[in-house]
């Protein structure tokens, strides 16, 4: 007899819940900001992507409501039949000139950007070289092609060679990296990867989901912040969902990209276009960003006030070099303890274990925003000060 519905449920969760791994949302009840409420509590908020202070902003919810009167709630079709509005392809060339690329499209999210460009891109016979830590939705982009797929350690060049060295194909070569990590903070060694990628015929992929509104001049990303973005051979996909406060994902490059994608990315052929809305909020966040260059200044003087902080505090955050600040709290019932703790005292930051990050590397991940004043950062220090003696951290 088949195994039952329930039995299967049941059976999965009782083991999520043995091995620590269950997790149950947090419900905001208000929007995402620097301050959130959640269960009748107003506390710093330390746990978004919302890099900008975008989610919420007036500029993005005006033009996203000016788009929706305008062009109507849904798209009402995928884009490659009768979904592609005017307002999209106006967005894609804002975008393009933006990030000074040849050609860009949006997607859905960055999770189905990652799946519709890999996909799209790679055929049987061609190569690709992942750094180990990529994300998930890398991961699972990769498992629709049928690409040889190999794995090099954490930006690591040697190996990246190595593993380069050992491998060649008549095929496409790609060597896919995030541009910033989001468990750590660090940024791609992406000059030094292209470099050792272009030795071996190969084209770079960066997802540049946390790299977005963060890095390079306006926030135009990690391949900007090296000057790679006119590069031909250097493919950027990211997100819209994370720092530039909407939904969405976009691949920007090479001039011919855009319309080999249009035409075989899947999630663009078989998923309806973005709600109208939605575009206004994005196409409203590329001008705010330009407009308001104090917005880039207060999320780095931020990040590095809090990192220092931290630092200070006798804390480990594994050399961050970017808004995301982990704190090391050793092993993962330490880190949900901690963050448990730090709820109590006003602050929401989530706890972080294996097998998401390393064993014995378990954190919390903060994510410091343009939003946060001074006041909110030192409260937010005072409790992790607080915290990590009681927890015998520092
Ligand atoms: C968050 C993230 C994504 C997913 O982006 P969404 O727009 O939220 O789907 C993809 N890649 C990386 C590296 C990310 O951090």
Known sequence: MALSLSERLSRELSHLQASGLLISPRVLHTPSRAHVRIDGQDVINLASNNYLGFADHPALKEKAAAYLREWGAGAGAVRGIAGTLQIHEDFERQLAEFKHTGSALVLHSGFATNQGVLGALLQEGDLVVSDEL???????GLRLTKATKKIFKHADIMDLERVLQENDTDGLKLV?????????GDIAPLDKI?????RYGAVTYVDDAHGSGVLGADGRGTVHHFGLEHADDVIQVGTLSKAWGGVGGYAAGHADLRELLINRARPFLFSTAQPPAVVGALSAALEVVRRDPSLMQRLWDNARYFKAGIESLGFDHLGSQTPITPVIFGEAPAAFEASRLLLERGIFATG???????MGKARIRNIVTAE???????KALEAYGTVGRDLGVV
């Open 352 to 358: 972080i274990g294996f097998p998401t990050v390393p």
């Open 134 to 140: 990529n994300h998930a939705s890398i991961i699972d």
């Open 176 to 184: 896919v990296t995030d541009g910033v990590f989001s468990m750590d």
């Open 194 to 198: 292209v470099e050792v990628a272009r």
């Open 372 to 378: 946060h004043t001074r006041d909110d950062l030192d």
